[in-house]
């Protein structure tokens, strides 16, 4: 049997506790055994991996705590977290860096956060089994910051969830009962997303019947909200949006527009992929790294360039098709399958399967 940290089921499934969300059914779904070990006051739903409820704290301290005491009853278990930190002192751990963000960008964090995630993901890194990562970016920033052994470290990559990946529909997006056009952006609104720089460029632009939609919700571990005042009548605060919700908005957009200034791998351009919406990615090394050539680049840091990007997309309909048909290719290199598969591997490799 393999245990996996379940604290992220206590967390809006998007982002990261996506990934392990996604990790936990493909890897039930596979046959492999699993128990996901949560918090006993995570809400009781339907889940589709088996879930056993233990302990009575919350956040950091249930997982140093009560995970570490559940699992040292069961004689040397192996124990996965794919949402990032783990109980520190359990050494048959398989635990999860996304990216070192809070290490490269500290102020872009809130002085608990980074104080937290500074003193305990080397730790956890140096006593762990294996570690575990998204993209071959974020391994090399993890063997260069943490002096990690590279062949310590498996890329095991993200992929877009089920209920974004429909077949292509055409119907959609030139539905002529849909008649608002609009760029469209998706992430928590901190500040590596870049949100001020990209309303700045858009606006910019002063177009007439083009809107920016803007769909997440702002962080709270973020030293600042990363937001400004945009209140303005070509902008659209969506919030948090159903699975459903955002794969309309993605089928619609005229393009998706993700400027980030840093990733460790960047999940939304595929999933704008998967739904046939040309992208507009930052000039960065993970997103190249994700996105290859099915996407337009921009300097994130020049508002000109991001507003030139933005204006090319709009105007080049064939670039837009060009880029549509390279982003049904390039999706087709993440899988939650093939995940699953490279962690089989992992664990045949490490003794544990």
């Known amino acids: 049997m393999i245990y996996i940290n379940g604290r992220f089921l206590t967390h809006h499934i998007a982002g990261i506790p996506r990934f392990s969300y996604e990790m936990c059914r493909a890897m039930s779904r596979s046959g492999m055994a699993i128990t996901v070990v949560a918090p006993?006051?995570?809400?009781?739903?339907?889940?589709?991996?088996?879930?056993?409820?233990?302990?009575?704290?919350?956040?950091?301290?249930?997982?140093?705590?009560?995970?570490?005491?559940?699992?040292?009853?069961k004689n040397g278990a192996l124990l996965i977290s794919f949402s990032g930190l783990g109980p520190v002192l359990y050494k048959n751990h398989l635990p999860t860096i996304h990216d070192l963000?809070?290490?490269?960008?500290?102020?872009?964090?809130?002085?608990?956060?980074?104080?937290?995630?500074?003193?305990?993901?080397?730790?956890?890194?140096?006593?762990?089994?294996?570690?575990?990562?998204?993209?071959?970016?974020?391994?090399?920033?993890?063997?260069?910051?943490?002096k990690i052994k590279e062949d310590k470290v498996a890329v095991i990559p993200d992929a877009v969830p089920p209920e974004l990946c429909p077949k292509q529909n055409e119907t959609d997006r030139n539905n002529p009962e849909w008649k608002e056009r609009y760029v469209l952006m998706v992430s928590a609104r901190d500040r590596r997303k870049n949100f001020?720089?990209?309303?700045?460029?858009?606006?910019?632009?002063?177009l007439e019947n083009i809107k920016l939609y803007i769909v997440g919700d702002s962080g709270t571990?973020?030293?600042?909200?990363?937001?400004?005042?945009?209140?303005?009548?070509?902008?659209?605060?969506?919030?948090?949006?159903?699975?459903?919700?955002?794969?309309?908005?993605?089928r619609r957009a005229v393009f998706f527009a993700y400027p980030s200034m840093y990733e460790g791998f960047g999940l939304p351009p595929i999933e704008a992929m998967a739904q046939g919406c040309p992208v507009l990615a930052s000039d960065i090394e993970p997103l190249r790294e994700v996105?290859?050539?099915?996407?337009?680049?921009?300097?994130?840091k020049d508002t000109s360039s991001i507003a030139e990007g933005m204006k090319t997309l709009l105007t080049d309909n064939a670039l837009r098709q060009h880029l549509i048909k390279a982003g049904y290719r390039q999706i087709k290199n993440y899988d939650w399958e093939l995940s699953t598969q490279k962690i089989q591997t992992l664990l045949a490799k490490i003794g544990y399967l």
């Not at 001020?196 to 002063?206: G, K």
């Open 101 to 146: 963000s809070f290490w490269r960008y500290p102020e872009w964090f809130s002085f608990s956060y980074t104080l937290v995630y500074k003193i305990l993901t080397p730790i956890l890194a140096r006593k762990a089994v294996s570690v575990l990562t998204v993209s071959q970016f974020s391994k090399n920033e993890i063997v260069d910051l943490l």
């Open 221 to 250: 571990v973020f030293k600042e909200k990363g937001m400004i005042d945009f209140h303005h009548p070509s902008i659209k605060l969506l919030g948090r949006v159903s699975d459903e919700d955002l794969s309309f908005y993605y």
């Open 196 to 206: 001020s720089r990209t309303v700045e460029a858009f606006l910019s632009l002063n």
């Open 40 to 73: 006993f006051d995570t809400p009781r739903k339907d889940y589709p991996f088996p879930v056993e409820y233990y302990g009575k704290r919350k956040s950091h301290l249930w997982e140093q705590v009560d995970l570490y005491c559940f699992m040292k009853r």
């Open 291 to 300: 996105c290859g050539e099915a996407a337009y680049y921009c300097n994130p």
